[in-house]
């Protein structure tokens, strides 16, 4: 059944410049090994940690640690210590409630300030730090590890790159049909095809979850080669719920294929009892997109998902 491109959808698939995409979350968003540098000062303020219970991640400390120094709650994460190398394994057992903040306090053995380290441990689904290298520096007079200044360095040229991005005026982009011809969308008698899905019918959901998508339209765009799915969800619970973003989402066929997300659009959380919008988009030729798909969506900032089985694309 075919149904015509909402203007929302229209201001997801066409107009990048202006749409307000989700970012990558900056925690955890890069595989490999993070470098914090811990002073006296910033050592008194938890640290935040992401953790998934899909893998483990490790504490690396330029210290040994006390006999039974480390604090968590093990009724939610599993942790396994090496103090005499300063090493910390962590692994989510479980999902803690939202009221309920899960911290790690690691005190170290040497007698040298700062004598511990606290980190606030955000779970999520499916994206977990691998390695943390915490490196201390007892007083302002010592000189900074290499490293971690250029790690600093790094970070801060990151910040004043997205400063200058964000202030940035936008280049005008026509309105209406306008718009979507100059993005090369409905070009050459190339266009746009829709899918209504019916919930039950097209697509499903396991019983009780918390984010239900109410209704799903999937889209195709010939050039380039893009999918998306137009989704109206309702957040049964009170707490907002915001996607993580491309980071956070995956796309996969019951063959195995996956596609890649490239943009994730959200105008507003979700709130309690109210059906709101939400737009994935993929990239995707005819071959790539045909049968059955799984859409999984990670929350910014914690544990609850939208999964969404068996959509198709037209």
Do not use: C
């Not at 914090?36 to 640290?47: C, D, K, M, Q, V």
């Not at 619970?237 to 796309?251: D, K, M």
């Amino acid at each position: 059944m075919s149904a015509p491109l909402a203007a929302p959808l229209l201001l997801a698939l066409f107009t990048a410049t202006s749409a307000p995409t989700l970012a990558p979350s900056e925690e955890g968003d890069t595989p490999g090994t993070r470098h914090l540098e811990l002073t006296e000062e910033n050592a008194r303020e938890p640290h935040p940690l992401r953790v998934s219970p899909r893998h483990s991640t490790h504490l690396v400390f330029d210290a040994p640690l006390q006999p039974g120094g480390v604090e968590v709650q093990e009724r939610w994460v599993k942790k396994a210590v090496n103090e005499a190398e300063g090493m910390v394994t962590l692994r989510p057992s479980g999902v803690p409630p939202p009221d309920e903040p899960l911290t790690v306090t690691v005190r170290f053995a040497d007698g040298q300030a700062p004598g511990s380290a606290t980190f606030r441990l955000v779970v999520h689904p499916t994206r977990g730090e691998h390695e943390v290298q915490v490196i201390r520096q007892p007083s302002t007079s010592v000189p900074v590890h290499p490293e971690a200044r250029r790690q600093r360095e790094r970070a801060e040229r990151y910040e004043a790159a997205l400063a200058r991005e964000r202030t940035r005026p936008e280049e005008p982009r026509p309105a209406g049909l306008s718009g979507v011809v100059e993005a090369g969308l409905v070009r050459e008698g190339k266009s746009i095809v829709g899918r209504q899905l019916a919930l039950g019918k097209d697509f499903t959901q396991l019983p009780g979850e918390v984010l239900m998508a109410r209704e799903a339209y999937s889209y195709r765009a010939e050039q380039p080669s893009r999918v998306a799915l137009e989704l109206h969800v309702e957040n049964t619970e009170t707490q907002p719920w915001t996607a993580e973003g491309v980071t956070g989402a995956e796309l996969v066929s019951a063959e195995g294929v996956r596609l890649k997300v490239v943009r994730v659009w959200q105008p507003e959380p979700l709130v309690s009892e109210a059906q709101r919008l939400l737009v994935v988009e993929a990239e995707a030729t005819v071959k790539q997109s045909r049968g059955t798909f799984l859409l999984k969506l990670g929350e910014a900032g914690g544990a609850r998902t939208l999964t969404v089985r068996d959509l198709t694309f037209p």
